[in-house]
Every structure is written in C-alpha cells, then in structure tokens.
C-alpha cells in the first residue's frame, strides 16, 4: 500500500560534503552541503545558496575543495553546517581542522578528511533552482590508509557520513549487497 | 599521507535512482542513474546523457518518476542501468517489474520500488556538464512498511541500495553514527 507523503527535500542516500574556500583575507571557511555530487565524469554540482560565505569566496578565487566527510569527523563536518562563517568569524578555528593550502588549486585542504577533491569553478550559474557551481575536478587526494593495492578506494576504511534528513542523522556504510554492472545481467537472457 | 589520484568520477556515497517514463507508444521505459538528486527544497536535478531513450521522452512528456531503488529489487535497477532501451525493446519486460500510471504526472510508477518521486520536467538545460533535467517534485509515494509512525521515512526498513563506483558494488545502509544538526553543537563552546 503506497502513501502521498506530499512535496519534500528528501531522497537516500544523501552524502555529506565539506567545502573549503578562501575568505578575502585569505583565511580558510568551511560549510557542509548535501546537495551535489558528481555531474559528468570530471565535473560536480553544487546548489548552493547564494547568501553563503562560500558562494561569495567561490565567485572571487574561482575555485574550492570538496572534502567527504568521515564519520570520525563528523562532528566538525555537523558543526560546519550548523554555523555560518558570516555570523562567527572563528567558524574555522572552532572546529580544530588543520588546513593546507591545495597545490592545484586556490583553496584550502582540510587534512583531517580522507578523501578530497580539488576544484576550479568552471561556471556559475542562476537557474531556476537557485544558485548552482559546476567545478571541474582539477585532482583528486585520498590518505593512503583508505586505499586498496590498486590505488582505488576502499569504502569500509573511508567510513563516509550517510545523511539522512528524515530523522536528522547520519549512518556508518553497511555490508555489500551485489556486484555493480553485474548482478542484473541474469535478467537480460528473459 | 595523501596521494593524489588524478581525475575521476568518483564520490561517495551515491544513490541509485531509477527513472521511469513513457515512449511515444504509452509503454513504459525505465534508467537507472547515479549523478543526481535534490537540489532546492522541491526539486531534483537529473545529469544525464542526451542520448538516453529516457531523456527524449522526458522532452515530450515533461514528467518522470524518479525511485529509490532498494536492495530487495537491485538486480532489476542493475540491469536498468546496463541495458539500453534503444537497443532492447524488450527492456522493461525483461525487469520484471510492475507499473501503473502517477495520478499527479504523465509517468509510470513501478510498484516494487518502495520511494517515488512523481516530477514534472519543470526546465531543460543544455550546460558545460551536458543535459540536465530539473523536476518539480510533485508528490511522494512511499510504501507504508517503510514509514514510522510519523509517517517519515525509516531508513533501515527503506533498505536503499548505496553506489560505489570505486569496486563497482551496491552496499546496504549500516548503523548510526551521530545526530545531526545536533552533533557538532559542542564545538560552539569552543
């Protein structure tokens, strides 16, 4: 029996991303965002609000990091999307996160997080659902703990954060369930 | 120690959604896609390939569904996503699945999938990313089993399929880790 739940910003999995950016002073600022991801093989999405430090940082250095948020740093990942940078200015300094600068790009790599991507702002666009960064993915730097022999990530050891926006929280990665491009392939001789 | 690992097309996690839509004959077509999601409160953005038999017919029809496609029905998604309707007019039959026409939008819901989205195409877009479809949410259909008491979504009864495009594989959900919007709040006090 299927329900009407109605009009909601809900679908599963969601991830969790950190972005890092330059202020005009040039310290780092952080803000977590859950809408966005890949969209074609070199490039992502982010929607973003135009009112974020972010977007305003991204539009002058044309660039940013996109960090996967780990489940050992949630809390600060959580916090950088709880806070705006234009309400604390010690946003940054609160979360204990140490930042380098990225060697491809001009923006700040937040060392505590596995896994991030490097990116230029390749468009800026104001479309009907707001404003929207397409980045192109200059690079990408992963710790070598969560990478197997072949340099390919192993997403037991990335331990990235799952939201879930229905009952706000976020979950650990669960067991295998099929081979990808595979498991179906049984139904194609029907 | 990081280490860079180039260009590639890889985040994590990532949905696995199944669109459905109507060929010009009133059949229905099913795709399954990684590269998309929520991108305003009501709203989804779709990165898709022009050439898909599903994005011509959402330029005619101006609707799809958009599912969760859990692990209980992941074979089907998988093979959705391997084969082309272009190539296989048999495609949809061959899932298995079951459809019934949205009362809201002029698409093809498939039963077994417990969370559907019904979208109106509300713009098309042709960006430095490729086609991009933006949809008006127009309602939520979500199997009863998969509701709390609240009617929100649970997600461990939703049971959805997670992406790795790393080790191409689907994963189930594991358990909690944190609150969120709650969890980082000890570090304001910092």
Known sequence: MKKSLGVKPYLFPMPVFVLGT????????LMTM????????????LNLDEGHRT??????????????????????????????ANDDPKKFEKTGLHAVKSDKVDAPV????????????AE???????????????????D????DAEG???????????FDAA??????LGEKAADAFSCGKSLEKK
Chains 1, 2 share one sequence.
Request: with cysteine; charged share 20%; glycine share 6%.
């Open 152 to 162: 390919n990530v192993n997403v037991q050891a990335l331990d990235a954060a799952i």
């Open 167 to 172: 009952h706000p929280a976020y979950y650990h």
């Open 22 to 29: 330059y202020n005009d002073d040039g310290t780092p600022d």
């Open 34 to 45: 859950a809408w966005g991801g890949l969209c074609d093989y070199t490039m992502v999405a």
């Open 55 to 84: 977007s305003d940082n991204i539009k002058k250095r044309k660039a940013f990091t996109l960090a996967i948020a780990d489940c050992a740093h949630i809390k600060e990942a959580d916090f950088a999307g709880l806070v705006s």
């Open 110 to 121: 937040f060392e505590e997080f596995p896994f991030t991507m490097e990116c230029t702002a």
């Open 144 to 147: 070598e703990r969560i990478l």
């Open 124 to 142: 800026l666009q104001h479309t009907i659902a707001g404003f929207r960064v397409i980045g192109n993915i200059e690079n990408i730097l992963a």
